[in-house]
């Protein structure tokens, strides 16, 4: 199974989306400043993940995802993005 994922830092004020087969995984690399992006904040939490069976379907939505800007994404399915 693969997952796409929106993350939200407080401290930047930024979300940042992704696709992986393992998300808690992913998460602790984010956390652990693995990431060119994410290595800026070590206060990442996951707001919003979509579960599906292969990996192509996760990265169409990933692409949708990123194409419209996470906080339009979520603003736009009913997300509480304050």
Do not use: P
Not at 28 to 33: E, F, I, Y
Not at 54 to 79: H, N, P, Q
């Amino acid at each position: 199974m693969y997952s796409v994922y929106i993350l939200f830092s407080r401290e930047l004020k930024r979300y940042y989306t992704g696709q992986t087969a393992s998300v808690d995984r992913r998460l602790n690399q984010h956390q652990r400043g693995s990431g060119k992006y994410t290595s800026r904040a070590g206060d990442w939490q996951i707001v919003y993940t979509c579960d599906f069976k292969t990996r192509e379907e996760a990265m169409k939505l990933e692409k949708v995802i990123k194409s419209r800007g996470a906080k339009r994404f979520l603003s736009d399915t009913g997300y509480d993005v304050g």
